[in-house]
DNA sequence: TAACTGTATTAATTCGGTTAGTACAGTTAA
DNA sequence: TTAACTGTACTAACCGAATTAATACAGTTA
């Protein structure tokens, strides 16, 4: 369900909550579903309880879970954590477009590079 | 020269770095120029120069910056790394992008957000 | 009742980032 | 030549975040 080999040095806790995040986003995991329990995914990604139940808590905090006590973790219905989302990424976009200024590389050449790769 | 009170919580190290960089980059520090010895910085900043020299140690790395033991540390003349930090650059682009798709965000919409956002 | 949920808490550990102190060799100007 | 700069290297210590470990408790469900 999950993969957390990237080679990256982040967090092990930010890793399962951005794998979960893509799923939510993605519709991988529809509204309503039913995510594995804090247990379960500890022991199939062979990591400590506590990161989960971290990645889970902060997801919830950021809107796109819902945790219930002795029923499990659900996907939230409302989708204004995807909003939120949105704003978060553009304020990533804007940011490394400035830098794509300082380097020379108009405005127009990123819209382009933008558009043509589509297939990656 | 330099500030380094960015609220983010990276290392010190990577704030000086991307602080140089970005000087080198917008031409504020032009070819030849000379750094601030690892010392000076480091006692402006009020950090170790064991910190310093790890920034500049790999700046000098990646292509920036030539340290030269007795003269000092200096911009480099050859602009490879302007390129390589275009390809970069790029890459996080386009997984940006890949996020925005998902989020339902078509590429035209960003193109547009990045031609029209020009002055922030 | 038994087996599952999420949640909370405390302690110990691991590890990267940072500081501290010292040392050495090359450069430069008085 | 000497003094004061440079970059560089090395070791030891410290700090704090991330992670593990071990329990414990309350709600849910079959």
Same mark, same amino acid.
């Given at each position: 369900?999950? #993969?957390?080999? $990237?080679? &990256?040095?982040?967090?092990?806790?930010?890793?399962?909550? &951005?794998?979960?995040? #893509?799923?939510?986003?993605?519709?991988?995991?529809?509204?309503?579903?039913?995510?594995?329990?804090?247990?379960?995914? !500890?022991?199939?990604?062979?990591?400590?309880?506590? $990161?989960?139940?971290? !990645?889970?808590?902060?997801?919830? #905090?950021?809107?796109?879970?819902?945790?219930?006590?002795?029923?499990?973790?659900?996907?939230?219905? &409302?989708?204004?954590?995807?909003?939120?989302?949105?704003?978060?990424?553009?304020? #990533?976009?804007?940011?490394? !477009?400035?830098?794509?200024?300082?380097?020379?590389?108009?405005?127009?050449?990123?819209?382009?590079?933008?558009?043509?790769?589509? &297939? $990656?």
């Amino acid at each position: 369900m999950i #993969q957390i080999n $990237t080679g &990256d040095s982040r967090p092990i806790y930010e890793k399962v909550k &951005d794998s979960l995040r #893509q799923l939510i986003i993605s519709g991988a995991l529809g509204a309503d579903s039913k995510l594995p329990s804090v247990r379960e995914l !500890a022991v199939s990604l062979t990591i400590n309880p506590n $990161t989960i139940q971290r !990645a889970y808590r902060e997801l919830e #905090q950021e809107g796109y879970i819902v945790s219930v006590p002795g029923k499990g973790s659900f996907v939230s219905r &409302d989708r204004s954590a995807l909003e939120a989302r949105k704003v978060k990424l553009t304020e #990533q976009l804007l940011a490394l !477009a400035a830098e794509f200024d300082e380097l020379g590389v108009t405005r127009e050449e990123l819209a382009a590079i933008i558009k043509e790769e589509r &297939d $990656t």
